[in-house]
């Protein structure tokens, strides 16, 4: 019998998931934890039998959800650390493999690749798209050479040890021996390395210092409790259903169930940024009605401020950290937290109910899961801009047409949404290259509509490549041939 994926809160030990959870990878229900990881990036040169021979042998090495619970209970009950594994594939990768069509997994831009030109135009809702470009506005040709080619797929190993010594030497011993265990199969086409970077709070943190990774869909009893701790969920109810991010593995058995994942390098302009918040704060206290510095602008961009205090929640005693328990219902207008502002647009929570009446549950299924980390120079304070920092966006779905593309393209990069003359998403809005860009509109005063300011702010993220890849069940990958 198959599993029910519109259960939600669903304790990890449930009788009913252990066959399911045993082949379903780790990483997806609950985040692997670990500080660093290896992205290791490859494109078979073998022959299909022995590509498939590689990936049978390699299957018993990916940690699997249930694994993964295991160890965590054997990290806390001795401090043992141990290797995660991740293994996908991108659509070239199942043709590689030779795997035939009706195994491969369905999702049209995961047939069609990131790079691909006309990737799904017709199940889009804007009917403004320029063949000239990917739906996501991608300038391809500026991406590094590693995504600009073919990839086959990936491997995430993640660890965290004693020291950062420690874990360097075991990510690299183990990367030196997949490129031993590869030699003929396949060529890895780049390693990226990625860290969790943190605040003085240890909270994580992205290059552009705001703590990162607070919302997230939560599928597993034990989380949402940790959820409820922090804050509570009476505004704003964090509980996902498993088809939010699985789907049937086509290749698999009766209990085999995959995600897509969305693969995204994107480059941060830490100066760059910072030097134009504090133009914004200057320009906001000189036409707005408050006068107002860099970090509060940089709160309207992002919709938080750097240590996560939403910006659309203050009371009598100053700004409250309701942690995730909110949502806009006492901002209709967008007087608070601007519709613009980066975690509006990606989770209106209730703005497009009110907008266009559409039922909370559509709204609720575009949210995606995120399993991202930063790479490059770990500085925060730059000298010069473009420098080698980023995130390495992960996200994972069950669609990601549904999901991660309508998040970015419609939007994030849409000047129209939520309401007309919205702007794009200050922090990762994508124009058509060499399109102009409508100044977004932000309130002169918070919670006030009588002195708006308009303002152009975009451009302080890139995109340096990506890939839509499937991670499968683990019985699809011992059972290749
Ligand atoms: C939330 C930064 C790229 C989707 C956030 C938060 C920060 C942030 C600081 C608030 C903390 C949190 O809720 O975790 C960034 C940076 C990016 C980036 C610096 C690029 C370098 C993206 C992209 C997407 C995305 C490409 C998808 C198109 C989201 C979502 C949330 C979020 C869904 C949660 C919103 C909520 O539930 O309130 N991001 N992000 N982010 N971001 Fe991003």
Redesign the pocket.
């Known amino acids: 019998m198959s599993a029910n994926l519109n259960q939600t809160n669903i304790e990890i030990d449930d009788p009913n998931f252990q066959a399911l959870f045993a082949d379903l990878q780790g990483n997806i229900l609950k985040g692997h934890g670990r500080d660093d990881s290896r992205h290791i990036f490859f494109r078979f040169t073998g022959n299909s039998d022995e590509n498939c021979r590689w990936v049978e042998s390699f299957a018993g090495e990916v940690t699997s959800t249930l694994a993964q619970h295991q160890q965590i209970l054997s990290y806390k009950r001795d401090r043992h650390h141990q290797l995660f594994v991740n293994f996908m594939l991108s659509c070239s990768g199942y043709l590689a493999l030779d795997i035939p069509q009706k195994y491969w997994p369905q999702d049209k831009a995961f047939r069609s690749g990131m790079k691909d030109l006309q990737v799904c135009y017709d199940t889009l809702p804007r009917g403004d798209h320029s063949p000239k470009s990917n739906p996501l506005n991608d300038d391809v040709q500026q991406w590094e050479s590693a995504f600009r080619n073919r990839v086959d797929g990936m491997i995430l190993l993640a660890y965290g040890g004693d020291s950062a010594r420690e874990t360097r030497q075991i990510l690299d011993d183990k990367v030196s021996e997949l490129k031993k265990q590869l030699a003929g199969i396949a060529e890895i086409t780049l390693v990226q390395a990625g860290y969790v970077m943190r605040n003085e709070k240890e909270q994580v943190i992205?290059?552009?210092g705001?703590?990162?990774?607070?919302?997230?869909p939560k599928f597993l009893f034990s989380d949402l409790n940790e959820e409820f701790k922090n804050g509570g969920y009476s505004r704003n109810d964090p509980s996902a259903s498993l088809n939010t991010v699985l789907v049937k593995d086509p290749g698999g058995d009766n209990n085999s169930y995959g995600t897509y994942v969305t693969y995204?390098k994107?480059q941060?302009n830490i100066k760059g940024f910072w030097k134009k918040l504090d133009l914004l704060a200057n320009t906001l206290s000189e036409l707005g009605q408050q006068k107002v510095d860099a970090e509060y602008a940089g709160a309207l961009c992002?919709?938080?401020f750097k240590d996560?205090t939403p910006i659309s929640e203050q009371g009598n005693d100053g700004w409250s950290n309701l942690f995730n328990n909110f949502n806009y219902d006492d901002d209709v207008d967008g007087l608070r937290c601007p519709f613009h502002s980066?975690?509006r647009k990606?989770?209106p929570?209730g703005d497009t109910v009110r907008q266009f009446n559409s039922p909370p549950t559509i709204e609720q299924s575009r949210?995606?899961v995120?399993r991202g980390i930063s790479f490059g120079d770990k500085n925060l304070n730059p000298d010069s801009e473009w420098t080698d920092a980023?995130?390495l966006?992960i996200?994972l779905q069950a669609s990601i047409v549904d999901q991660?593309i309508f998040?970015?393209h419609t939007w994030?990069n849409n000047e129209g949404f939520v309401r007309e003359n919205t702007g794009i998403d200050p922090?990762?809005g994508q124009v058509l290259p060499g399109e102009n860009i409508q100044p977004q509109s932000w309130p002169g005063k918070w919670g006030n509509g009588a002195g708006k300011v308009d303002f152009e702010f975009s451009g302080f993220?890139r995109t340096l490549g990506g890939e839509y890849l499937f991670m499968p069940s683990i019985h699809f990958l011992r059972h290749l041939s």
């Open positions: 992205e290059h552009f705001f703590v990162d990774g607070v919302s997230n995204r994107l941060q992002v919709g938080r996560g980066h975690t990606t989770n929570r949210r995606i995120r980023g995130l966006f996200s991660f998040m970015q994030c922090l990762v993220v």
